[in-house]
């Protein structure tokens, strides 16, 4: 759209008319959001920069506008009505608050189809003096003035529009400055300054009223100042000290040298870093020392000793250390004890078993011998019976009784240790080992994995009678599960 216009600006007569309709003005220019801004980093300094590039680019297209006003305007003294009516709506669409361009076109579409064209314009301009006088006797300075100024606008050279408009805008500008007047006596700075800028917009070359607004401006900040100080304390006296700093920023922004915004600052920050140092030291003897050197950080944040801070998690760093090289060790003598209790166990287990061997050892002695016995007995009652017959006989019959008497103590007492001294001894000893293991599992509960142990146990020597009557017990308890 601004390059159309630029086009118009350059083609004299109605080729100017020949543009589009106005569209979305926006896209004309680069989205500077989206710019890479290089080094700078903060979002501040980004917003700072686009709202620069955004004041660059408004400058631009209103001087750009102002040339292509100057050719409809241009238009309108030569009587093409209809052609300055098309371009002061394009400026419009691009900028509502061009005014200059809105009287313009209300003067184009009274004057449009007009035949006697100078005589109209002269018409319609003094017709617009007449009305500015009309709201002047009134009273109404502000509408008179603005008929005023369109007569101006539509005719510079019109001498009685220019007086009265000069006239009209003083008269206003003195009203303003009275009222403002009355507002600082009052001490209500605010509106005051808001009167006396009006005042000043209409009259730039107001006697004495720069200085007042300087020594209203600084009473404004003083007193904007002052009341931010209060609120400050306010939420300091409650506790929020953080608050308060930000309102305290605020102040020295604006007055950098505000030496009660300064100290009250000094004082909360010296006093927040008295209670991180604080909370910091309540951690380190709870041996929290990642939060107490957190503390200590924060407290340098806000104007803590930063040497004093560095010994402080110097000395956290170093109790750190201690706790580790204590965990560590606790750990190791932990691990120990558990490996010495797990060797006691084994050993009281082994112990135990060999006890328990020993019983089952002299539990079955008895029944041994009195088999032998009676396997003696057998063959000297046979030796008897045979006592009739010749003494060769006789020996030969107590020799074979004897016999008998020795092959069935033999038999009775060799039926186990046959299966022994078939079984070697490395496998015993493992057999026993395994037994150990099951005695060690059952005692501590885990009456699956003692049976299996059992099991092999019995599997490398049938005649472990240990681990057989091991097995029957779990039998006997919980059966095939």
């Given at each position: 759209m601004l390059m159309l216009l630029l086009a118009a600006v350059a083609l004299p007569g109605r080729a100017q008319v020949a543009a589009p309709p106005p569209s979305d003005t926006e896209g004309l220019f680069l989205d500077m959001s989206k710019v890479n801004l290089g080094t700078i980093t903060s979002e501040e300094d980004k917003q700072r920069y686009i709202y620069t590039i955004q004041l660059e680019k408004a400058r631009i297209t209103r001087k750009t506008l102002k040339g292509v006003y100057e050719n409809?305007?241009?238009?309108?003294?030569?009587?093409?009505?209809?052609?300055?009516?098309?371009?002061?709506?394009?400026?419009?669409?691009?900028?509502?608050?061009?005014?200059?361009?809105?009287?313009?076109?209300?003067?184009s579409e009274e004057l449009r189809g007009a035949k006697k064209v100078h005589y109209s314009e002269r018409k319609l301009v003094d017709g617009k003096f007449e009305e500015g006088m009309a709201l002047y006797r009134q009273g109404r300075l502000v509408e008179a003035a603005g008929r005023w100024e369109e007569a101006v606008k539509l005719s510079p050279t019109n001498l009685k529009a220019m007086y009265w408009l000069r006239k009209a805008r003083k008269e206003m500008a003195d009203e303003h400055f009275r009222r403002g007047e009355r507002a600082y006596r009052q001490h209500r700075l605010r509106e005051a300054l808001d009167q006396w800028y009006s005042a000043l917009v209409l009259n730039p070359r107001y006697p004495r009223l720069s200085g007042m607004i300087a020594k209203a401006e600084a009473e404004a900040r003083e007193a904007d100042s002052n009341e931010k100080l209060q609120t400050a304390l306010n939420l300091y006296s409650q506790g929020q000290t953080v608050e308060s700093l930000r309102i305290l920023d605020t102040v020295l922004e604006t007055g950098p040298g505000n030496s009660k915004a300064i100290k009250l600052?000094?004082?909360?920050?010296?006093?927040?870093?008295?209670?991180?140092?604080?909370?910091?030291?309540?951690?380190?003897?709870?041996?929290?020392?990642?939060?107490?050197?957190?503390?200590?950080?924060?407290?340098?944040?806000?104007?803590?000793?930063?040497?004093?801070?560095?010994?402080?998690?110097?000395?956290?760093?170093?109790?750190?250390?201690?706790?580790?090289?204590?965990?560590?060790?606790?750990?190791?003598?932990?691990?120990?004890?558990?490996?010495?209790?797990?060797?006691?166990?084994?050993?009281?287990?082994?112990?135990?078993?060999?006890?328990?061997?020993?019983?089952?050892?002299?539990?079955?002695?008895?029944?041994?011998?009195?088999?032998?016995?009676?396997?003696?007995?057998?063959?000297?009652?046979?030796?008897a019976m045979a006592g009739s017959g010749a003494a060769t006989g006789s020996g030969a019959a107590t020799g074979s009784g004897a016999a008998a008497g020795s092959g069935a103590a033999a038999g009775s007492g060799t039926a186990v240790p046959a299966a022994t001294a078939a079984t070697s001894v490395d496998a015993q000893r493992s057999s026993q080992q395994?037994?150990?293991?099951?005695?060690?599992?059952?005692?501590?509960?885990?009456?699956?994995?003692?049976?299996?142990?059992?099991?092999?146990?019995?599997?490398?020597?049938p005649s472990n009678s240990d681990a057989k009557a091991g097995l029957e017990r779990i039998e006997k308890l919980y059966g095939g599960r």
């Open positions: 409809a305007f241009e238009l309108y003294q030569k009587g093409e009505f209809e052609a300055a009516k098309e371009l002061t709506s394009r400026i419009l669409a691009i900028d509502p608050t061009f005014e200059d361009a809105a009287i313009l076109r209300r003067a600052m000094a004082e909360i920050r010296s006093e927040m870093a008295g209670q991180h140092v604080a909370q910091g030291r309540q951690y380190y003897e709870g041996k929290k020392y990642n939060e107490a050197i957190a503390e200590w950080k924060k407290a340098v944040a806000f104007g803590y000793d930063s040497r004093a801070a560095d010994q402080l998690v110097a000395r956290a760093k170093e109790g750190m250390r201690r706790e580790e090289t204590a965990t560590r060790k606790r750990v190791e003598l932990a691990k120990r004890r558990e490996e010495d209790q797990k060797k006691a166990q084994e050993e009281e287990a082994l112990r135990v078993a060999e006890e328990e061997k020993k019983k089952a050892a002299l539990a079955a002695k008895p029944g041994a011998e009195g088999g032998a016995t009676a396997a003696a007995a057998s063959g000297a009652a046979a030796g395994h037994y150990l293991s099951g005695v060690i599992y059952f005692q501590k509960g885990d009456y699956v994995k003692a049976r299996d142990e059992w099991t092999l146990a019995l599997q490398l020597d």
